[in-house]
């Protein structure tokens, strides 16, 4: 979108890939009616205090859910846990933060786990499954940079949160959308306010977004995204537990488990001459504005990516920023197709044409909530917009 930052614009290709193969069917989550007896404040206040509030430490269960529209999806074997797993089925998470630079999250599977651990500048994931570990970190040289400029580590495999998707869509706020208060409720034990944004557009698929917002903390603690139509929301995140508190030392920590493979990756820091002036990746444009915003990238490799051909990743806009520098390509013919699960057990071709429509301009994949368009001339468009006007912007 227009006014993203440019690391979250970095990260459409991702986004892009939750978005087009999420069907859910779980239950939402569930928060309990609560006495109107809260300090009163103004839809304005509460947007304000969300974004000034500090990060806290705390410690909970998180819930992601999702109901998109889309058919069954073809994922076979893919029981352990893994980020794949966002992309079918609801999914449990716990997670730990110091609220400064340290922090865990576990995805959770019947029988598996896979984590995602930060400290400082560097960071590491786990899949029980595969009983692998990947270790990100700066090469020496960069750490003097990254402690002036506190960024996060880029990592495959991040997990969502409940304030990573309210992030999202406050920045929309002021310019696209309006805001009003709902009954106040108990979301995860905690006293919550909980603000309505409603887009002004009248052609986005978005129909009102829900933050509930703890009422000591100002953090969010759960977002839903509703599309116009529905009686559930289409999409949430939220926690079913939480508490404040620094979690111990050993939790934040990470060792990898005996007799785990290690793969260790070295993330350089992007220069400044890296990172477009626009913080959009060369071979994408961006058109329309706030919740009609259409991202378009070209030049994308679709046959080789549905192949699972590593090499095809480099004609992805923004690949290589996401991953630090120039240095990328380097790195993802290292990281290798399997870095971030088992995903060469997915059948992409299969679930690609499962999940998408044939349509003049190439294939469509129309959700409650965005839509996605491959053209036949390699490009893909992305917008919380129907499919048709995909294809309009398209031709």
Request: glycine content about 8%; hydrophobic content about 40%; proline content about 7%.
């Amino acid at each position: 979108m227009s006014n993203l930052s440019p690391r979250a614009r970095w990260a459409v290709p991702a986004v892009v890939g939750v978005v087009v193969a999420a069907a859910f069917v779980a239950p939402p989550l569930v928060a309990s009616a609560s006495s109107d007896d809260l300090p009163t404040l103004t839809p304005q206040q509460l947007v304000t205090a969300v974004a000034d509030a500090k990060d806290q430490p705390l410690s909970g269960t998180v819930v992601y859910t999702a109901r998109l529209g889309l058919p069954s999806l073809p994922l076979g074997d893919m029981a352990g846990a893994s980020p794949v797993n966002l992309l079918d089925g609801s999914s449990t998470m716990r997670v730990w933060t110091d609220g400064v630079d340290r922090s865990r999250a576990s995805l959770l599977g019947a029988t598996s786990e896979y984590s995602v651990v930060r400290d400082g500048s560097q960071a590491w994931t786990y899949s029980s499954t595969d009983d692998a570990v990947v270790h990100y970190a700066l090469p020496a040289k960069d750490q003097a940079r990254y402690d002036a400029l506190a960024q996060d580590p880029t990592v495959e495999g991040d997990l969502p949160t409940p304030a990573a998707a309210a992030t999202s869509v406050l920045g929309l706020v002021e310019q696209f959308s309006t805001v009003s208060l709902d009954a106040q409720s108990t979301v995860a034990g905690r006293d919550a306010y909980n603000l309505v944004v409603t887009p002004k557009s009248t052609t986005t698929l978005v129909g009102h977004v829900v933050i509930s917002v703890d009422a000591k903390t100002s953090t969010p603690l759960r977002v839903q995204v509703w599309d116009r139509d529905s009686t559930a929301p289409a999409l949430e995140v939220g926690f079913t537990d939480v508490r404040f508190a620094t979690p111990s030392a050993s939790v934040l920590s990470f060792s990898a488990p005996a007799g785990a493979s290690t793969k260790d990756v070295t993330v350089p820091l992007p220069a400044a001459t890296d990172r477009p002036a626009a913080g959009i990746p060369e071979g994408t444009t961006v058109t329309g504005t706030g919740w009609d915003t259409v991202v378009q990238a070209s030049g994308v490799d679709v046959a080789g990516l549905l192949a699972g051909d590593t090499d095809a990743l480099a004609s992805v806009p923004g690949s290589q920023p996401a991953i630090g520098s120039k240095s990328g390509q380097k790195l993802l013919d290292e990281f290798g197709a399997d870095g971030s699960g088992k995903v060469r057990d997915l059948d992409l071709g299969t679930l690609f044409d499962t999940i998408t429509t044939k349509v003049p301009e190439g294939r469509l994949i129309e959700t409650r909530l965005a839509s996605v368009l491959v053209t036949d001339d390699g490009r893909v468009l992305v917008g919380a917009v129907p499919g048709a006007t995909l294809q309009a912007d398209a031709r």
